[in-house]
């Protein structure tokens, strides 16, 4: 395939990761800190640009592990450990490296990197892209759309749940309850997308 | 569940010694938000806002701070006093501010149930509805502080 | 068969390891700040290992910076200048700044992470802190809620300070504390030994070091404490003194007074010791020794509710009221006062409205 069309399909992907096939949303995928940090719009913000940034770079990282390591010694069936070890490394590097270089980055941005590490979204989308056979081009669309799907997703159930917070949800359902129940009419909301993309 | 870094931090703080002995949790297990939302619904069960409940306990306080310790009448029912110590106690949420460290005691006359809370209680419950985890030394019961001061 | 086995767990470990490898090295060159030199003031240079906060690293050199909340960065006491070396001002330090103070470079020590070489000033008193180890000698019951405790100091063996200044006592960890926690309270022994310190501490309930001293502390005991702090003192004029002060207020009185007399001081004073109860009077003896041994000292006690069999003959009411009833004209006088905050705002009023203008009035003010 040509660049340009390997360009437009990495567009199409990139919008139908973010609308259609929303990696929480849709799949369901990252619900953990979805739900524990989606308190405030302001953590929420940090969290999901964090997640944007790590798993654009996860994916590429494990692109590579995959297409130049583990295809040509024909051990698919370790992508799953691989994956997890390169993103745990990264992540750990990139601490370390915003800290030093930037400690207001690290004040707003770095505080959530190690809770992304455990968030199964980014392993989720390094495996999706392995299974729909994306190339190098077509996962920055993918991890970038992800990650923005994330983010949206996540921001717009911290505005809720920020205007929630001063009525009376009945006992049962507080905090995650409510909070699952919200999630599954956003997602229904979201089927609306289907048919966007031909 | 997975919570934020900040609230983590703040869960550290509420759970160390080092601005109350024995921190601000007791031994309840449940998180930080768990308790103040459980205790917030408690309160609106029974009928009352966070901003009533800390205006009536200002007002009991600053009722009793001029008898410097002695106690005073505040209504019918109920008298209060004020013991207060040297030094400031430091919220534990990332904010400025500090309270001086002065508890009030209103008791019932008749049934002689006595209630304390702090400066700080006043304001934990005003800015953050927490209300302390079970167990904790100045822990408040939304039920049995709106029988004691309305 | 055994090729098949192997290949894939020596592909995978040696990714792994590789990955370790790099994560160690970059800690070395990213991570690890490496040896960094604090220059204080001009006059000393502390070699120390960086990465760790600015006040955990001056506290683990005995250099004693005031802080409340353990290093979280929300009591804003750690303040100290950075001139050099800082690095740009946090989102955690901004509410506790105000404009003048970022524009001397103030910063929050706790918050400032050390990766370089430093410059910074601390304010001369705190540079002249120092951490004493004590064994404690002697406690005594004053009132069923006060306890006097006194200190003899092991190392250093003396200790200079100014009658009105506190210590603060450091309290270990026992069953009911988990960290080492600071706790302040004013010197109240006689300033003429160089060699003891008296403290006269009240039992607060839920009190973290209170507890301690109350229940835990033995006599025979090791005692942390560093000092001296604060500006409370006597200033030297000729102007009459007022005293007011009452429960374990009046440790820095005492040492006041002691002075007075260890200096032949003659200024007029008058102390109004406020108790709710008679049982809540201490001391009395030693007030009226210093009636006789100081030229013009007299001790006015003041109980608010006298209990029926006390037959208690003196002052009754709050002692800002006795203060109200026994004063005209106070306009020349200064005033020294020591207490809970609402018993100072009240006797700040009442001495305003017999004239005391409040730059004549002083009180203790822990930090």
Same mark, same amino acid.
């Given at each position: 395939m040509n660049i340009e069309t390997e360009m437009s399909q990495a567009f199409v992907v990139c919008i139908s990761a973010i609308?259609?096939?929303?990696? *929480? *949303?849709?799949?369901? *995928?990252?619900l953990c800190p979805f739900i524990g940090v989606s308190r405030e719009i302001k953590t929420a913000f940090g969290l999901g640009l964090a997640v944007i940034f790590v798993m654009t770079s996860t994916s590429l990282l494990n692109w590579l592990a995959y297409h130049y390591v583990l295809e040509p010694l024909g051990l698919h069936f370790f992508r799953f450990i691989l994956f997890i070890i390169i993103i745990a490394a990264f992540v750990q590097f990139i601490e370390m490296v915003i800290d030093r270089y930037s400690p207001t980055l690290y004040q707003n941005l770095g505080v959530f990197l190690p809770l992304i590490t455990v968030n199964c979204a980014i392993l989720g989308a390094s495996l999706f892209m392995v299974i729909r056979d994306y190339s190098f081009i077509v996962t920055i669309g993918y991890g970038l759309g992800s990650g923005i799907g994330w983010f949206l997703a996540i921001i717009a159930m911290a505005g809720i749940r920020q205007r929630l917070s001063n009525e009376r949800i009945p006992q049962g359902l507080q905090g995650a309850g409510i909070t699952l129940i919200i999630a599954g009419i956003m997602a229904l909301a979201f089927i609306g997308f289907t048919g966007v993309l031909q | 569940m997975k919570e934020s870094p900040q609230a983590q931090k703040l869960e550290e703080v509420l759970r160390s010694s080092k601005l109350v002995a024995g921190g601000f949790m007791g031994y309840d297990p449940r998180s930080v938000t768990e308790i103040i939302d459980a205790d917030l619904a408690a309160l609106a069960r029974l009928g009352f806002t966070i901003e009533q409940v800390a205006s009536r306990m200002q007002e009991i306080t600053d009722k009793a701070?001029?008898?410097?310790?002695n106690w005073v009448r505040i209504d019918q029912q109920r008298q209060a006093k004020v013991d207060e110590a040297k030094g400031w106690l430091i919220c534990p949420w990332p904010h400025t501010g500090r309270f001086v460290k002065r508890v009030t005691t209103a008791k019932l006359i008749k049934s002689a149930k006595s209630i304390q809370w702090s400066d700080l209680n006043i304001h934990l419950i005003a800015e953050h509805g927490f209300f302390e985890g079970k167990g904790s030394a100045f822990r408040i019961e939304p039920k049995e502080l709106i029988n004691s001061i309305f | 068969m055994i090729i098949t086995v192997i290949i894939p767990v020596v592909v995978v470990s040696s990714i792994g390891a590789g990955l370790a490898a790099i994560l160690v090295i970059s800690e070395h060159f990213i991570? =690890?700040?490496?040896p960094c030199q604090i220059n204080i003031n001009d006059q000393r240079q502390l070699n120390v290992q960086g990465g760790k906060d600015l006040l955990s690293l001056l506290t683990a050199e005995k250099i004693f910076i005031p802080s409340?909340?353990? &290093?979280?960065?929300?009591? &804003?006491?750690?303040k100290l200048k950075v001139l050099e070396g800082a690095g740009t001002l946090l989102p955690t330090e901004e509410p506790y700044l105000d404009e003048q103070e970022k524009r001397s470079n103030v910063r929050l020590s706790c918050q400032v992470k050390v990766r370089n070489d430093l410059k910074i000033e601390i304010p001369s008193e705190l540079f002249a802190i120092r951490e004493y180890i004590c064994k404690c000698t002697d406690i005594i019951d004053l009132t069923h809620d006060i306890k006097q405790f006194r200190l003899e100091l092991q190392e250093p063996e003396t200790i200079d300070y100014i009658p009105g200044q506190y210590v603060q006592l450091l309290t270990p960890i026992y069953e009911k504390n988990s960290e080492e926690v600071y706790r302040a309270y004013s010197i109240s022994s006689d300033p003429a030994d160089k060699s003891i310190i008296e403290l006269i501490i009240r039992l607060m309930p839920g009190g973290i070091c209170t507890t301690y001293c109350f229940e835990y502390l033995s006599v025979g005991d090791e005692v942390k404490i560093n000092g001296p702090y604060g500006d409370f003192r006597l200033l030297e004029t000729e102007a009459p003194i007022v005293f007011i002060a009452g429960g374990a207020g009046m440790a820095p009185i005492r040492c006041m007074l002691y002075h007075m007399k260890n200096t032949s001081n003659n200024r007029k004073a008058t102390y109004y010791f406020g108790a709710n109860?008679?049982?809540?009077?201490?001391?009395l003896q030693r007030m009226q020794a210093f009636e006789s041994e100081l030229a013009d000292f007299s001790f006015v006690p003041a109980v608010a509710a006298p209990e029926e069999n006390s037959n208690w003959q003196g002052e009754v009411g709050l002692v800002t009221e006795a203060v109200e009833r026994d004063l005209k004209d106070v306009s020349q006088c200064e005033a020294y006062l020591c207490g809970s905050p609402g018993m100072i705002d009240a006797a700040i009023e009442v001495l305003g409205k017999l004239g005391?203008?409040? =730059?004549r009035i002083f009180f203790d003010k822990f930090e």
């Open positions: 609308f259609t096939q929303n990696i *929480l *949303l849709s799949y369901f *995928l990252g | 701070i001029p008898r410097l310790g | 991570a =690890d700040y490496g409340a909340c353990g &290093g979280r960065g929300t009591c &804003g006491l750690c109860k008679v049982q809540e009077l201490f001391l005391l203008s409040e =730059d």
